[in-house]
């Protein structure tokens, strides 16, 4: 279910399990590995903000990445990051990405439409089990599969890790912006 109204954050610690899934399952995409790893985080403390929630959570997630390696990828890290939807997917489930994603798709030429394929295709050829994921937040798609090209060239897994983990939280935090 997707959250039209975040709940008070004071409080939200006491919340049921229902409603602290979904409201992760907003903030960040639905997955039963988030919800694993970050419920805990959300039950252990009473938070001022939704963006000190988002930060405690980005310190548990980047926690599950130091303890994994380049060599062989945490399932339960790669399901985190996997949650995301690819950018210019054409089906999306998420409302809230599919949103966030309207301005890339937006009058996508056929050539644009496989380049950016491409590009997926050799993001998660050069990061195996990674997916791509992006702070959209208005940029226009050149702009976009810059920062794409450039992350793959760079080619430093343990950096891409933390880059999508921060892309995620970056997410998380502008949809909490709009639904207090």
């Not at 990828?73 to 489930?93: M, Q």
Request: charged share 25%; with cysteine; proline share 4%.
């Amino acid at each position: 279910m997707t959250v039209l109204k975040l709940p008070p954050i004071k409080g939200f610690h006491t919340c049921s399990d229902l409603e602290q899934t979904d409201v992760l399952d907003t903030l960040f995409e639905p997955s039963p590995v988030i919800h694993e790893k970050l419920l805990s985080v959300i039950r252990t403390a009473q938070y001022n903000s939704w963006d000190d929630l988002i930060d405690a959570c980005q310190i548990r997630l980047l926690s599950l990445a130091a303890s994994t390696s380049t060599s062989s990828p945490d399932a339960e890290l790669l399901n985190v990051l996997g949650s995301h939807p690819r950018l210019g997917e054409k089906k999306i489930e998420s409302a809230h990405s599919a949103s966030e994603q309207a301005n890339i798709q937006r009058n996508q030429s056929v050539a644009q439409e496989e380049e950016l394929a491409a590009l997926n295709k050799q993001y998660e050829e050069t990061f195996p089990g990674l997916r791509y994921v992006v702070f959209v937040n208005g940029r226009d798609r050149p702009a976009i599969m810059e920062d794409m090209k450039s992350r793959i060239a760079r080619a430093d897994y343990t950096m891409e890790v933390d880059a999508a983990l921060q892309a995620m939280c970056d997410i998380a935090k502008d949809r909490a912006s709009k639904l207090v």
